[in-house]
């Protein structure tokens, strides 16, 4: 018997609204993903954030992260320490599990756009030793085809294969598309998926719904074991999109700051941990947890 096949359509468009950040007045934020974890699993957050620093003082500083991991796709400008810096294109996952200290900061006037997402461990894994993993722009898999350029991060997408490490199953992708380009290519079905369009517009499926600059399009999906077909075309202008699908893992999840776990109890500790010094800052990470690509 065949395996089925499903083609991809939009079946819910949000479009977040630019909210001013934590940073302060050059900050804005746009929570792409937020506060639906039930129907977005394993997607637990997505922040789109946009920096235009005009002062010279240091924004950020150190924060602790435990029981998921981060995703970090840097659209422009640079961020980091001297430790670590991220370029334009840059790609990061941090397994933060059992629990992490990293620091952000922005030193002097800096313009910067990044999409930080909060992804769901297993429930296995929640408590797995803390690991970072760097992809360099200049180092992701990439194909040009027909007017679509795709660049990925996690996952294998377009014939591609990244080679970050996967706890859960995750594509990320970049997929610019020149005026009136077609991308069709397959995605297992039981992947919950997004695109975020980060320019221009786009139509997606065969019911040809459209999507525009800074909205969010979930796509339905199947079964396990079936195939889907993702079909998108760029509008006149041409456009740009990231394609979040990642593997549901069903465990039901507490959030409460910085810190996911399966239980409140669960927060508490972390809390305590953090305060009485138990977490390391991500400096002091072995070899062993440090992946560069």
Do not use: C
């Amino acid at each position: 018997m065949e395996n089925q096949s499903i083609i991809r359509n939009i079946v819910n468009i949000k479009t977040p609204p630019a909210q001013p950040g934590f940073l302060g007045p050059d900050h804005t934020a746009r929570a792409v993903v937020y506060g639906e974890f039930e129907h977005s699993d394993p997607f637990i957050l997505l922040m789109d954030d946009f920096l235009d620093k005009k002062d010279d003082e240091p924004v950020g500083g150190p924060h602790p992260h435990a029981g998921f991991e981060t995703v970090s796709l840097l659209l422009e400008g640079e961020i980091g320490d001297e430790e670590h810096t991220m370029k334009q294109g840059d790609f990061q996952m941090m397994t933060a599990g059992s629990g992490i200290v990293h620091t952000e900061t922005i030193e002097g006037r800096s313009r910067m756009r990044l999409l930080q997402m909060w992804l769901n461990l297993p429930k296995a894994d929640r408590w797995t030793a803390p690991r970072v993993q760097d992809l360099t722009f200049k180092n992701a898999p990439v194909t040009e085809k027909e007017g679509v350029k795709t660049v990925l991060y996690s996952g294998s997408f377009a014939g591609l294969r990244s080679p970050v490490k996967n706890y859960v199953p995750l594509i990320v992708a970049d997929i610019r598309l020149q005026p009136g380009a077609r991308l069709s290519e397959s995605l297992l079905a039981s992947y919950n998926a997004f695109l975020y369009v980060i320019a221009g517009g786009v139509r997606v499926g065969d019911e040809e719904k459209a999507l525009e600059i800074n909205q969010i399009g979930w796509l339905n999906k199947g079964a396990v074991g079936e195939t889907s077909e993702l079909i998108v075309v760029a509008g006149a202008e041409g456009a740009r999109v990231v394609l979040y699908a990642g593997e549901p893992q069903h465990d039901p999840i507490v959030s409460h700051g910085p810190f996911i776990s399966d239980h409140q109890e669960e927060i508490k500790e972390l809390y305590s941990d953090f305060r009485h010094g138990k977490m390391r800052h991500v400096s002091t990470l072995t070899a062993g947890q440090r992946f560069n690509y």
